[in-house]
C-alpha cells in the first residue's frame, strides 16, 4: 500500500501531461490554421480594395504607370 498511492500519483500526473500536450497541439494547427485565414482574408481585402479605388477613380494616367 506504500507504493501503490506513489505509483497511482505519478501516473495520473502522467496522463495528465500527455493529455495536456495533445491539447497544446491541437491548439497550435489551430493557430496555424486560423493565421493563414487571416492572411487570405487580407488578400482578398487589399485585391477588392485596388477593384473599388480603381472603379472609383477610372484608368490610370500614363504619368502613374510603372513602366519597364
Known amino acids: ?7 497511482a500519483a505519478l501516473l ?3 496522463g495528465l ?24 482574408c487580407e488578400l482578398v481585402n ?3 480594395q485596388n477593384q473599388l479605388v480603381a472603379a472609383t477613380r477610372g484608368p490610370v494616367p500614363d504619368s502613374l504607370k510603372v513602366r519597364d
Not at 500500500?1 to 505509483?7: E, Y
Not at 495536456?20 to 493563414?36: D, F, I, P, T, V
Open 1 to 7: 500500500m506504500n507504493k501503490a498511492l506513489p505509483l
Open 12 to 14: 495520473i500526473a502522467l
Open 17 to 40: 501531461i500527455i493529455f495536456l500536450y495533445l491539447r497544446l497541439n491541437k491548439m497550435e494547427e489551430a493557430l496555424k490554421q486560423s493565421e493563414r485565414r487571416f492572411s487570405d
Open 46 to 48: 487589399f485585391q477588392l
